[in-house]
C-alpha cells in the first residue's frame, strides 16, 4: 500500500504543479483505494502464486469494478468549454484512471510493472505537452503546403 501512496503522490504532483483540480491528495487516495480494493479479496495466507490463482476471479471481478468505478471521478475534473469549444480536464482524468490501476498491479503484488508504470506515466506527463507543441509547428508547416525556406 505504501508504494501506492508513492505512486499516487508521484504522479499527483506532476497536476497539481499544473494547477489542476486533482492533485496529490486525490491521486495518492486513489492509488490506495485500488491497492486496497485488491488486496482485501486475496486472503493473507493465500499470497503465494497458486494461492493467487484461486482468487484471480475475484480479483479481475474488482479491476472491473475499479475501472469503471473509477470514471465517475475522472468525469468529474473534465470541463467542457462551449463558448470556447474547448475541453479541460482530459489529461487529469487520464492521470486519475492510470493511477487506479497503478494502485491496482501495485496491491496484486505486482511491483515491477506497478513501478515501470508509473515512470512511463511520469514521463508521459513530463514530456506530453511538450511534444505536442513541437510536433504542432513541425506538422502545421507540412500540412500548409510551405516551407519555411519559402517564406519571407
Known sequence: MSLAVA???ILGANRWLHHKSAGVKTHAL???GAALATLVVIPLDTLSTEGLRLYADAVSRV???LITGIGFLGAGVIIHNARGKRIKGLTTAASIWVTTL???ALGMGHLLIGCVAVFF???VLLTGSAIEHWLGRHLSNASDGSN?????
Not at 148 to 152: A, C, H, K, T, V
Open 102 to 104: 497503478i494502485g491496482a
Open 148 to 152: 519555411e525556406e519559402d517564406r519571407p
Open 30 to 32: 486513489v492509488a490506495l
Open 7 to 9: 505512486a499516487g503522490l
Open 63 to 65: 479491476v472491473q469494478g
Open 121 to 123: 506515466a511520469g514521463v
